[in-house]
């Protein structure tokens, strides 16, 4: 066999050729071994890849293979011995986004209930989450929050949650994708995170490290989403999607709104409390109405994944079910026995208000009467990471009871001095940048607003 | 002042901005700063950044600015106390060129036979050469052949060796555009080698730095050239014009043919004795017949340096006086005194034959009748290097007497079994791979060849 050397790589993409499934794996495998004991390439090689794969593109193959190569760069899930369909969905980033945590014990409910012969849940969703960074939040802080929660299980330990609960939700292990962790470490400091390329690769080779039968991926769009515009979003669907059904994976994108919080609660406890007010809710009218978006986001993602698992004939029954699932409690109840499973502690769930122990609160109200009209849901979530929320950079501590409520959604009308927004931080003086920030971001208008849908489309592999 | 920051200026170039000439100063300054205390930038940071300009390109503005933050990012030659007019060539680099060698004594001689009031050589070539590398001669490697010849003068001698001599021909310092040296080490290896734009910034802040009045810039073009096709060696020859120009540096560019080697001898030691014999013969019957398209081409540059000199009303009148200033003798005056002044032997040019030391020759000669119809120049580059005149990475060692003897040019009428190339090396066997990569490159065919220009095109700044 011939080496082939990073250079000849850097040169082939910075010309515009598209390269051979044998490049390609070639240089994944020099970035993984460089951890070890070879340097066969340099930090500013890969950049200058890097930079040239976000002005070149990569051809469908190019990313697959890419995608292929990463995933497989250290080690994955085997989902084989299950004997079960294996489903996840992924979200491109927003705020106040709890679907994760109502999905998966929806699906698990429905894994339940249809055992494999061998006992196992029918549907099983290996959840692998990140955490929040930047504008938006991240599941595993919000799971953190619970006391005793165990987000780093092994693949082993993975699959025996699994067995006992139809989900789980966990954190990537170093082990897991490492080509990922060195990539997304250059990039960040390189200018070359925002390449639709190279942000399915990163996500897909994560995902796909599940062994997946189907996977759900909503990807924003709105003045919160990751990415700039429709287009864009557009773009990194289908990529994602097209990425998906090359490796044997079904794989649906959902077009979804971010342009305000979804949901009552943003921040870390105060989302887990939100979804276990849902989950317990057993008739719609005890739901509170500010959760109407979540709760309609959620169903229509796990029914899209029900559907897939073959629970449901067409992803709008896939959404009844799982609305059903909702409140019946059975949601409720995987949800107990997943948390349970992971070392959690339910009992503060009997009072999940009473958990809630920020020091410092403020409301802002209506300046004037009329209708909330629009925000930028991106200075939303800047402003919820301020109040200590969120995080600077990787690895710095989160909060885990600062958070905004929302009071009003978009298109709501509103009288002056009606309450709009309550602040949590745990020390007041984290209160005022954020109550400046959301302040100024929050508009009323004497009219109501054009509102936008929540889905705005489904990009799927055509029949 | 606000702050710069290096992720700022690789977003703006990556999505093709025009940088402003603050963001591009302070990259350099910070490209330099980072070999001292501070740490503004990774190289990964400088490998994006090469590779976004590699594919975006730079507009004249940016480049002038990069070119000129990168010529003072160290020390810079000034002439403006020796009150003369300065000038220099520079050659993207061919094999057997020696042009550097002859012009410097003749336009010495020129500048010494008109001195300025005070008494200092009405013309300086204050030329900072380079070194071998890749298929390319380099001139401080072949000046290096001659005994105690110092290259490295620090600034105060080479403005001193310009006042007795008129010419001085020495290495870049440490200290002599320092951003350059950091660049071109990271492009070297990232790929971004051959953008025009980074080449033009790397040659002209490096030339700008000698402080020139105008400056003569000789692109090859053809089978031995380094850009590779006529198209980019043009672009490259404007952008040099344009760069040169907007420093305030009158510049011309030719376009000039590489497709064989220049004169009789490529190597080191081989064609400083071309040279001597070149500048020793005072009829143009006495010059060696394969010495004639080196003598052509250097008086042609030297024309044109006469010409931007005020010595020549027309550079081809420049060309005239060049050849008589060799023919003269006043040339090789000028030579000894400059070799002398830089700490070299003169006594060795008495008999250049007899320093040629190869202790392994090897003649091929033409398996058969015809003419000299083409060769890849590059290879025969590639072959003089392998036969110890060049080297495969810098700071190794080269041979001073490895090289060829070229005994026919392109187009010359052959005989069968006469003697077409001759190889010299230290040893015997480093013979055997260069002569079956000539072999290979030189053909023979029964019709005449079509012929190139010496001059392809002069390239210069519209009037």
């Not at 990463?70 to 679907?99: C, E, N, Q, Y």
């Not at 800047?382 to 969120?390: C, E, I, S, T």
Request: charged share 20%; proline share 6%.
């Amino acid at each position: 066999m011939t080496t082939i050397h990073p250079i000849d790589i850097i040169l082939h993409k910075r010309d515009g050729l598209a390269l051979t499934d044998a490049e390609i794996h070639a240089l994944i495998r020099a970035i993984v071994d460089r951890t070890t004991e070879k340097q066969l390439i340099t930090d500013a090689q890969i950049a200058s890849f890097l930079m040239a794969v976000f002005q070149r593109g990569l051809n469908p193959q190019e990313l697959a293979t890419l995608t292929s190569a990463m995933r497989t760069s250290g080690d994955t899930f085997d989902a084989a011995p299950l004997h079960t369909f294996t489903i996840d969905k992924h979200s491109t980033g927003g705020v106040g986004d709890k679907t994760s945590l109502l999905i998966a014990p929806i699906l698990a409910a429905a894994g339940l209930a249809s055992p494999t012969p061998a006992g196992i849940p029918g549907i099983c969703v290996p959840m692998i989450s990140g955490r929040s960074l930047g504008h938006t939040g991240g599941t595993l802080d919000k799971l953190e929050t619970i006391p005793g929660f165990n987000t780093q299980l092994n693949l082993t330990q993975l699959a025996d949650v699994l067995k006992k609960c139809g989900a789980a939700l966990i954190g990537q292990t170093p082990r897991i994708v490492p080509a990922d962790r060195i990539l997304y470490g250059l990039r960040d400091h390189t200018g070359t995170v925002e390449s639709p390329f190279l942000i399915t690769a990163s996500i897909m080779s994560k995902k796909l490290a599940e062994d997946l039968n189907a996977l759900v991926l909503d990807v924003k769009v709105g003045s919160g989403a990751f990415m700039p515009t429709y287009e864009k979003s557009r773009l990194l669907a289908e990529l994602m999607v097209q990425t998906g059904e090359a490796s044997g994976t079904r794989t649906v994108a959902l077009l979804t709104s971010m342009d305000e919080p979804l949901g009552r609660f943003s921040g870390n406890w105060v989302e887990v409390w939100e979804c276990i007010d849902i989950m317990r809710a057993t008739h719609k009218e005890t739901r509170h109405p500010m959760s109407r978006d979540i709760i309609q986001l959620s169903n229509i993602l796990a029914g899209w994944m029900l559907h897939l698992a073959g629970r449901a004939d067409t992803p709008e029954a896939g959404a009844s079910l799982s609305d059903e699932i909702l409140l019946s409690g059975e949601a409720y109840k995987a949800w107990l026995r997943i948390v349970t499973a992971q070392g959690g502690d339910t009992a503060i769930f009997m009072d999940p208000a009473a958990h809630h122990k920020s020091t410092a609160t403020r409301t802002i109200t209506a300046p004037h009467s009329g209708y909330l009209a629009s925000m930028d849901c991106k200075q939303v979530g800047w402003a919820v990471q301020r109040l200590g929320a969120g995080r600077t950079k990787p690895g710095d501590p989160v909060s885990a009871h600062a958070g905004i409520e929302m009071h009003a959604k978009l298109g709501d009308r509103l009288e002056a001095n009606q309450p709009l927004i309550t602040l949590f931080a745990e020390d007041p003086s984290l209160l005022d940048e954020p109550e400046d920030m959301l302040r100024k971001t929050l508009q009323i208008s004497a009219t109501p607003p054009q509102l936008q849908p929540l889905i705005h489309e489904v990009v799927k592999k055509p029949n």
